[in-house]
């Protein structure tokens, strides 16, 4: 997955989808699944809690891709975050 030379960089992807830090992904799955559970009267769906896992996960990596390219120039000037994958090219 650290192939450098690789074209297709795993790892640079995952990174930029924040895979590493998976809080994010978390404070927007719990209240979804809080929802899921008081809706079905405490009896969810396995499948729909799986749905929303996912969900949450796309809407939380979409949205870092999304910030790191329209802050890639700015990410560059600060040190905290210029070694992310779109400002380090």
Request: hydrophobic share 40%; glycine share 8%; net charge positive.
């Amino acid at each position: 997955w650290k192939n450098q030379n690789s074209k297709y960089n795993l790892n640079a992807y995952m990174r930029l989808c924040r895979w590493h830090q998976p809080i994010g992904a978390m404070l927007l799955y719990w209240p979804t699944a809080w929802g899921v559970c008081i809706g079905s009267c405490g009896v969810p769906s396995p499948y729909l809690l799986l749905l929303f896992l996912m969900g949450s996960w796309t809407a939380r990596s979409a949205g870092c891709i999304v910030n790191d390219y329209f802050d890639k120039d700015f990410d560059k000037k600060v040190e905290r975050t210029k070694t992310r994958p779109l400002a380090s090219g």
